[in-house]
């Protein structure tokens, strides 16, 4: 029987195959699968019972009950549209900022990196929830300085409370910035220092060449963090969606069929928040 002959390039085919296939397995089996069953079960009356799951085809019902008779989800979903778009610039920008100034040549450097990393390890929803409930996440005694009251008297609601929710979760906002500046710290590390001279002979001051070099060359790496930072917030465990989610799963009104379908619902906009931003982000990088 005459062996096989295999290619060099198909040998490192197949073992990049095998190097990758236990993601792979594991995607098929922990993720998509799941997620063909809960989208099967969002056109379903889901129903726990002691012999076993019960589903009843309702069709598109979760879906019509979740835009046109839920009180609560989408008074959630535009809230919480309307605070990820401050939260996300400012925890890009902060990164960013924090990026460049560790970046310097100063003394301790590493210790600063660390701090500003340290808050990635710790956070967790429990830790987050103790901080939550102490008061931890607001500007200390910003209350007692009339800010909030001033802000509600002078602006509309509509401009007033996402500010207003700003400085309460100012320092939580900041905590989620931890990847996004080791990201734009890597980034400037790879930017051409010769660009930076050759800037400086043409008579460049640092602020032209931060717009007309450092950002240029970190585009991607903004966009690659925006992604990250919307992914991020976005399935956080205390975020008040997948909250609503987990509480209408074991709830006997709506059961788990439509948590499934707000789930889904939650997913397709999400996507669509992550299509426009990184739409936008490369329009403007042309």
Known sequence: MAKMKITNKRRKAIIGL??????????????????IHSMFLSFHQVKITPVGIKTVYIGLENY?????????????????????ALNIPIIIVFSLIIALLINQKI?????????????????????????????????PNIEQYGMFTMIENTLSPFIAEPIMYLFTQIIMVLWFSGVQILIFLAGLQKVDQSLYEAARIDGASPWESFWKVTLPMLMPLVIVN??????????????EIIILIKNNMFSTITGF???????????????????????LL???KR
């Open 107 to 139: 003394k301790f450097r590493g210790i600063f990196r660390t701090i500003f990393f340290l808050p990635v390890i710790i956070t967790s929803g429990p830790v987050i929830n103790e901080l939550l409930s102490q008061g931890a996440t607001s500007i």
């Open 282 to 284: 490369s329009l403007k």
């Open 64 to 84: 019509k009950y979740a835009f046109f008779s839920d009180p609560v989800f989408i008074e959630k979903i535009l809230k919480y549209l309307q605070e990820m």
């Open 226 to 239: 925006v992604i990250y930072s919307i992914v991020y917030v976005s399935t956080f465990a205390l975020n």
């Open 18 to 35: 095998t190097f990758v296939s236990p993601w792979i397995v594991g995607f098929l089996i922990f993720t998509l699968y799941p997620m």
């Open 257 to 279: 069929g439509y948590a499934t379908a707000v789930a889904w619902i939650y997913f397709i906009i999400i996507t669509l928040v992550l299509a426009i931003w990184t739409g």
